[in-house]
């Protein structure tokens, strides 16, 4: 496949990164929406997704374009470039409520392009990330988003983990980093071990599994305006807290509203290793009978 490379400058100056992948000319749109801006998971970035590079080819091939892009928490650790003061910035240093900027940006660019229809996707926290840019958009900025497929996004709550198998874990860290904050070392760096291993600053690891709960997306979900589909894995939901329940709690929102919808993918794990197909399926099928309903796409 050929890409385009892209770049653009959120509104406080921040540079960002992605790749257009542009469908054939002769293909019209037949998912609902003209392009898909995909979002990467804690850590990555618009070039290393497996499953978004699993699923930009059936995007592709049913008339979509794919925009897929760096947040400004790509990779572990990046220098933050075009911000007006030299920073570290990447997913050990990131503030997740900035993602809204990054989302904006990005839409903006597709919307000067011309495309008037566009689909948000997002995996793990790049999930957290879309259900919270679209239920926070204030300012209307997202408007020509017309569908929403979060794939796998965990459940960031605080008093979630306290009653959770880790706990004691979660607790121990979690006082860690609260103690650098109250010492004015909130860039220090911590290796954690839940809910996932890797190494984020001491500010970072309270804004995402604090008490204030920010990124909790049983507490904003529902305010996403457009039709959405949950999509989980059945092995991370049994083995992994961020996710067991979700779908039920999800779905319990999703019932209020006919155009969203959860699924759960037999056989996949957080990142659905050997199953994007079938995932790329139950995608498009959900696309195809919501749009079509609507008399879009």
Same mark, same amino acid.
């Given at each position: 496949?050929?890409?385009?490379l ?10 960002l ?5 542009v469908?054939?000319?002769d293909?019209?749109?037949q998912? *609902? ?9 804690t850590g ?7 499953? +978004?590079?699993?699923?930009t080819?059936?995007f592709?091939?049913s008339?979509?374009a794919v925009?897929?892009?760096?947040? /400004? ?8 470039s075009?911000?007006?003061s030299p920073?570290l910035?990447?997913?050990?240093f990131e503030?997740?409520?900035e993602?809204?900027?990054d989302?904006a940006?990005?839409v903006g660019?597709l919307v000067?392009r ?8 997002g995996h793990?926290?790049?999930a957290v990330?879309?259900?919270y840019?679209?239920?926070h958009d ?5 408007s020509?988003v ?7 996004p965990? /459940?960031l709550?605080y008093s979630?983990?306290?009653q *959770?198998p880790?706990?004691t874990?979660f607790?121990?860290?979690l006082?860690?980093a609260?103690?650098?904050?109250r ?7 911590m290796?954690?071990?839940?809910p996932?291993?890797?190494?984020v600053s001491?500010?970072?690891?309270v804004?995402?599994y604090?008490p204030a ?5 049983l ?6 305006r457009c039709?959405?589909?949950y ?5 991370e939901?049994e083995?992994n807290?961020?996710?067991?329940g ?11 509203g006919?155009?969203?919808?959860v699924a ?6 957080? +990142?659905?290793?050997g ?6 399926d /139950?995608l498009e ?9 609507? *008399?879009d796409?």
């Open positions: 496949m050929i890409a385009e892209i770049r653009v400058a959120a509104s406080d100056g921040l540079r990164d992605g790749a257009l992948f469908p054939p000319a293909v019209s749109p998912l *609902g929406f003209e392009a898909v801006i995909c979002l990467h998971g990555g970035s618009f070039y290393s997704s497996s499953l +978004f590079g699993a699923l080819p059936r592709l091939k008339g979509a925009l897929t892009v760096n947040t /400004r928490g790509h990779d572990l650790v990046c220098a933050a075009g911000s007006a920073r910035q990447g997913a050990a503030i997740v409520d993602c809204r900027l989302v940006a990005w660019w000067e011309g495309y008037r229809r566009i689909g948000l996707a793990s926290l790049g990330k879309a259900i840019s679209l239920a204030v300012e209307r900025s997202l020509n017309v569908g929403l497929l979060a794939i796998s965990p /459940r709550s979630h983990f306290c *959770g880790s706990a874990e607790q121990a860290e006082a860690a609260e103690a650098h904050l010492e004015g070392r909130g860039e220090t760096l290796s954690i071990r839940f996932l291993p890797y190494l001491a500010a970072g690891y804004d995402k604090g709960e920010r990124y909790n997306v507490d904003f979900a529902a305010a996403v039709p959405a589909l999509a989980f894995g059945a092995i939901l083995r807290t961020a996710f067991r979700l779908p039920e709690l999800l779905g319990a929102q999703a019932s209020q006919a155009d969203s919808k759960v993918i037999a056989g996949a794990d957080h +990142f659905y290793s199953v994007h197909a079938e995932l790329a /139950r099928f959900w696309l195809r009978r919501t749009f079509a309903a609507k *008399g796409g």
